[in-house]
């Protein structure tokens, strides 16, 4: 069974960073490409990042470009997005997922981006 869990999300002043953290199980990171999508509050699932099986290559959204960070430990079969320099506009839930879209997905972490 697929399961997807993240963690590490909270109140964050702007300017501020967090870590993401997912946990996967009845797959392997190792073999599939891994993704991180978000949810503003009122709006749709919003593509973030994206990370290659071997963890060589990352593509990430044009919003977050060099602020945000993923990589993957695909022997401790996890999944990291690092954030910094937060914004108001990066406030969301924040998803991994096994495809680009979101479609499979975990419960979320919720970021909160606030003075």
């Known amino acids: 069974q697929v399961q997807l869990v993240e963690s590490g999300g909270g109140l964050v002043q702007p300017g501020g960073s967090l870590r993401l953290s997912c946990v996967a199980s009845?797959?392997?990171?190792?073999?599939?490409?891994m993704h991180w999508v978000r949810q503003a509050p009122g709006k749709g699932l919003e593509w973030v990042s994206t990370?290659?099986?071997?963890?060589?290559?990352?593509y990430y959204a044009d919003s977050v470009e060099g602020r945000f960070t993923v990589s993957k430990d695909n022997a401790k079969n996890m999944l990291f997005l690092s954030l910094s320099s937060l914004t108001s506009e990066d406030t969301g839930t924040y998803y991994c997922?096994?495809?680009?879209?979101?479609?499979?997905r975990g419960q979320g972490t919720q970021v909160i981006v606030s003075s």
């Open positions: 997922a096994r495809d680009r879209g979101g479609s499979t």
């Open positions: 009845g797959f392997s990171v190792g073999q599939n490409w």
């Open positions: 990370i290659n099986p071997v963890g060589a290559s990352a």
